[in-house]
């Protein structure tokens, strides 16, 4: 098995399905007594919180290359970033760092491509839904993602970081996501991304209205595959 890095902490919540995914996927895999050789660098979230400012994701784009190559020369092989609103800094990331970042969106858009959808919701954080770095990647595989919605940007953003990202889940935030994803159905979505490695603790992924594609689930299935040398 290949040695994996993972940059987490953003938020731990997220990091601690991400390690219980990889390992699940892997012992499947192998046999009950196999664990999925990992690395973790978990950053301080709040260095990295709600970034605005280019000069803000610029400063962020250090501090995760300067993980993803303390995780190369403490002998991982590839990284993932576990969370969806750091791939912003994805092509500024990678070059800076020898070797492969799998990236989030590129795992989600090839698992819809094979599963034939077209038109798709994108639910997230703020930056996620709203600017191109994400949504092009689903784009090029062929998924027409409907236009976001601000009024509901702005309340799944608050959602997010004031609750989720701290571990909190309750029935209103439930609530609110089974209310969004009627809505969206009814707008012609045939599927739903889950693009906050944190809105799997508020929505039922296997049990709604319309096909749920978790990030986490299916960036976590990748790495996973990726250790075993599937990829």
Known sequence: MRKLGMIGGMSWA???????????AVQTARDKRTSAPLLLESLDFNCVYRLRSDEEWQRAAGILADAANRL?????????ICANSMHKIYRDLQPRVDIPIIHIAETVGAKMQADGVKTASLIGTHNVMTEGFYRRRLVSYGVDLLPPDMGVVEKVDNLIYDE?????????????????ITNQSRDGAQAIVLACTELEMVVDIDANILPI???????????????????
């Open 213 to 231: 594609y978790d990030s986490t689930t299916i960036h976590a299935q990748a790495a996973a595959d990726w250790i075993l040398g599937k990829d």
């Open 72 to 80: 190369k020369d403490a002998g991982a092989e590839a990284v993932i």
């Open 164 to 180: 989720l990202m701290q571990g909190r889940a309750t029935r209103d935030a439930e609530r609110l996501l089974k209310t969004v």
């Open 14 to 24: 997220s990091t601690r399905r991400y390690y219980e995914l990889i390992n699940r």
